[in-house]
């Protein structure tokens, strides 16, 4: 079973659709527990939820086979849903070139994406 983690505005939506296709939920909160009757669980979640900085959306971590699982679940139930998939890894090392600045912040070319890193750290 894949178990995930939310967190954020869109929490209980989120949670409900999670747990009607399978999903068990890892460290629900207190009104998550008190709404869906959960108990409390700290398990280790194959999938992490929480909003975007801007709470336009969310971000969803995770190993590949729950964050698949989560894409198709969002694509079926929210016909308007956008998903984008990264090219990198979250976790990854990659070998990058200093191509500009933009706001504090360094522009890193590695290849299949443009990153940000803080000019002054």
Do not use: C
């Not at 979640?45 to 969803?60: E, H, S, T, W, Y």
């Not at 995770?62 to 990198?88: C, Q």
């Amino acid at each position: 079973m894949l178990k995930a983690k939310v967190r954020g505005i869109y929490t209980t939506a989120l949670t409900k659709l999670l747990i009607e296709n399978g999903f068990e939920i890892i460290d629900p909160s207190k009104p998550i527990r008190e709404r869906f009757g959960l108990a409390e669980n700290t398990g280790f979640p194959n999938l992490k939820i929480k909003d975007r900085f801007d709470r336009q959306g969310v971000r969803a971590i995770g190993d590949r086979k729950a964050i698949d699982r989560f894409r198709e679940i969002v694509h079926h139930s929210l016909e308007d849903a956008i998903t984008r998939k990264w090219p990198v890894s979250l976790d990854g090392i990659y070998k990058g070139k200093i191509t500009g600045e933009t706001g504090g912040f360094l522009l890193v070319d590695i290849g299949d994406a443009v990153g940000k890193l803080p000019k002054y750290e």
